[in-house]
Every structure is written in structure tokens, then in C-alpha cells.
């Protein structure tokens, strides 16, 4: 999972962890998803210590973690607001983005969802959906919304990779 926000003196700040790190494991159990590393906290309790394996420019380290007791201020970002669709939206990617001076975004994407099927991850930028250019989060959702019964392709720039095209499979639900 990646960290996509540490916040302002908060038990990760203070362990040490940066935005863009890869955590791999709490206290030896594997994490995958934002889910996964909520139910691993609550399980350790507030003020015990944590082996958190990371992996930060390609090399795996260990930090050690004392957790705080829960404060919504400082809880770990997953990037998505009351704003984005639920996973019962046909249109959902299972993915949410944030527009910046790069375009949209991808903060975080649910392992679960049709995005991660097609093997976006999180810092590809969206370009266009369906050759059509989005530079919104609205026109991202309209574009998509359109092409629900059908693929949906996407030109997203990745770093280090540059443009690619990925296909996202129809939505089954409903």
C-alpha cells in the first residue's frame, strides 16, 4: 500500500515515514490495502509498537511505529471524499484522483475494483477516456459513465514509462 499522506505529528510522521513509501507488512502480517493496514492497528491497540516493513527507493526497511490513540485528524489518508462513488456506481473505477498542475491524479485504487484489474496504480496521471481529453474530476466520471456497458480506454501517463493505453473492462455489478 502507499502512503499518500503522513500527517502533521502523527505515530507515522514521527516513525519516520514519508509520502510515496510502500508498506509491505505490520508487525509481520502483510498489508495489501488501506483496509487491511486499518485492521491491522486496531488489532496492535493504542500505544503498543509496530514493525512496520517499508520499501522506499527500491530497498526494503524496517521502522518502528508506537500508535496513538485514534484522532481523526491524523488518520491515514486514503484520498477519498464524501464526493466520490460508492462501489454500487456502475460508472465507478474503483479509484479516486485528485486534480493537480499535472492533471488527474491517481491517489489510491481499490484492489478490488475494475482500475486495478487494468493495472492502473496510484501517481498515473489520467489523460484522456475514450480519446477524449479530462482535465476534471466531473469530466473523468461524464466519460465514464458513458462507456459502462463496454471497455473503457484510457491514456494515462506513467512516470519513468511515459503515455500508455489501458483498457478497463465493463462493470458486472447491477
Do not use: Y
Not at 481523526?72 to 493537480?100: C, E, F, N, Y
Amino acid at each position: 500500500m502507499i502512503v499518500s499522506s503522513v500527517g502533521e505529528g502523527s505515530a507515522a510522521e514521527r516513525a519516520g515515514l514519508k509520502r510515496g513509501d510502500v508498506i509491505t507488512s505490520f508487525n509481520g502480517q502483510a498489508v495489501r490495502d488501506m483496509n487491511a493496514l486499518r485492521n491491522r492497528v486496531a488489532d496492535a491497540g493504542p500505544g503498543s509498537t509496530a514493525d512496520v516493513a517499508i520499501v522506499r527507493d527500491g530497498a526494503e526497511k524496517h521502522v518502528s511505529v508506537k500508535l496513538d490513540e485514534h484522532n481523526p485528524d491524523h488518520a491515514a489518508r486514503d484520498g477519498r471524499s464524501d464526493g466520490d462513488q460508492g462501489s454500487s456506481d456502475k460508472a465507478a473505477l474503483g479509484i479516486s484522483v485528485t486534480s493537480d498542475k499535472k492533471g488527474l491524479v491517481v491517489q489510491d485504487v481499490d484492489p478490488d475494483g475494475r482500475a486495478a484489474d487494468a493495472g492502473i496504480r496510484a501517481g498515473d496521471v489520467i489523460q484522456e477516456v475514450n480519446r477524449q481529453p479530462v482535465k476534471t474530476v466531473d469530466e473523468l466520471r461524464a466519460a465514464v459513465r458513458k462507456s459502462t456497458d463496454k471497455p473503457t480506454l484510457l491514456l494515462i501517463s506513467r512516470e519513468g514509462v511515459g503515455d500508455v493505453f489501458v483498457t478497463v473492462k465493463p462493470s458486472h455489478n447491477g
